[in-house]
């Protein structure tokens, strides 16, 4: 059933996108969108591709190539994989949600050995935890943890991981940047994390369609011996390819174009302010909900998307369903353990400070209209008007 606002000719309320991806759109990406098609084989594009792939490096932190795939972020993830490890070697795995479960799940499928580190979901997996299962699991080849768990809102404490990481040669660091890029600090060499991957519907601000994805040197001394099967992942044509300003396949003409504009603020300066415009309303979300009366979910909470916690006599279902109908906000709700029990908030992409507190207020009123006693309209009203007075006050820096 489409939307309200789509369904009928005239009604003037906003759809407002607020999850952690897809994302809405900044106007100058989409008007990108919309221009003719090229070919890209042309001088045009290439000299586009060019300034793309330096803008990359500059939104990776790495003086390593980053290469992009035509796929969503779980392609990256397939390609980290097959790009660096062979049949029957051994990972440790971070489980603290539905991401993590998948990377193993991807590893498993090309018969690479994932010992599973699970971590109760909402928690951040510690380093002791790490170092533990190196110990329990010494031919370990990598480690694979998501930056930001999205199933469950939780930041891991990446810097700290590789840390630990980065004096064992024969081990990897491999991390699901796919909600993290541009939503928090990962400078990928500084920190010396050996795979980063990502998505473009996320804090890219693109449609979903395409992924990206960076290797080490160490990672790619690895890529020489690796013995997965691969063809269209293989990432060795595809960067010599880049060298001389072109992809391996056909490229993803429009997507691309649209990601030239989108860098212009995920590198250089920009990126540390689209970084801490997004933790700033990561901070004012979990400060709304408690005066709500509610709790944030995640006890590591990632600035990326914020996971709120509803009473037990409230259907996160419902109440979703409820605000996607009659205040056309689109949030997500829990997956497996979490269904029904959380909403997920997205901060990432083109949100204006009206849509962050329109979609405050939205979860509001629709809890109060659910029966939720802890707050009335006029307390929201407070609340709304507190965030937006914050959110205010922070971009008169910018
Ligand atoms: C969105 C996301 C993915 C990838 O999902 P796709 O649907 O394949 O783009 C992977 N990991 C995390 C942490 C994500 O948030």
């Keep these: 059933m489409l939307l309200k ?69 779980s392609g990256a993830m397939e390609s980290a994989i097959v790009n660096t490890l062979s049949p029957d070697d051994e990972v440790i795995a971070v489980v603290s949600g539905k991401f993590g479960e998948r990377w193993a799940k991807i590893a498993g499928a090309y018969g690479v050995k994932a010992h599973i580190l699970e971590v109760p979901w909402g928690e951040a997996v510690t380093v002791a935890q790490i170092d533990s299962a190196l110990a329990r699991h010494p031919r370990s080849k990598a480690v694979l943890c998501q930056a930001c768990e999205t199933s469950t809102a939780t930041a891991h404490p990446i810097r700290e991981i590789a ?28 920190w010396g994390i050996d795979v980063v991957v990502s998505g473009s519907q996320k804090a890219f601000m693109l449609p979903t369609g395409i992924s990206f994805i960076a290797l080490s040197k160490k990672a790619w001394g690895f890529h020489a011996s690796a013995k997965c099967p691969r063809y269209y992942w293989d990432l060795k044509p595809e960067k010599a390819a880049n060298e001389k300003q072109q992809s391996f396949f056909s490229s993803a003409v429009s997507h691309v174009r649209a990601l030239n504009i989108a860098l212009d603020s995920l590198s250089g300066p920009a990126l540390e302010r689209t970084i801490a415009r997004t933790e700033k309303m990561a901070k004012l979300s979990r400060e709304a909900v408690s005066e709500m009366g509610l709790q944030v979910y995640s006890k590591a909470p990632a600035s990326a998307v914020t996971a709120i916690l509803l009473p037990e006599n409230i259907s996160g279902e419902k109440l979703r369903d409820h605000i996607e109908k009659k ?31 329109a979609g405050i207020e939205a979860i509001g009123l629709a809890l109060i209209e659910f029966g939720y006693a802890n707050i009335d309209r006029k307390k929201l009203k407070t609340i709304t008007a507190n965030l937006s007075n914050q959110l205010k006050a922070s971009r008169g820096k910018d």
């Design 5 to 73: 606002p789509f369904r009928k000719a005239f009604q003037f309320r906003k759809y407002r996108l607020l999850a952690p991806g897809p994302v809405p759109l900044h106007p100058k990406v989409q008007k990108e969108l919309a221009k003719p098609m090229i070919h890209h084989r042309t001088p045009e594009f290439e000299a586009c591709l060019a300034s793309v792939l330096s803008k990359l490096k500059l939104c990776f932190k790495t003086s390593e190539p980053v290469m992009i795939h035509a796929s969503t972020g």
């Design 163 to 190: 840390a630990l990481l980065r004096s064992r040669k024969e081990v990897l660091f491999m991390v699901d940047a796919i909600t993290a890029i541009g939503a928090m600090p990962l400078p990928m060499d500084e």
């Design 327 to 357: 205040y056309s906000v689109t949030l997500m709700g829990g997956q497996d353990q979490l269904k029904d029990k959380i909403l997920r908030m997205g901060h990432l992409g083109f949100i204006e400070d009206n849509d962050l507190s």
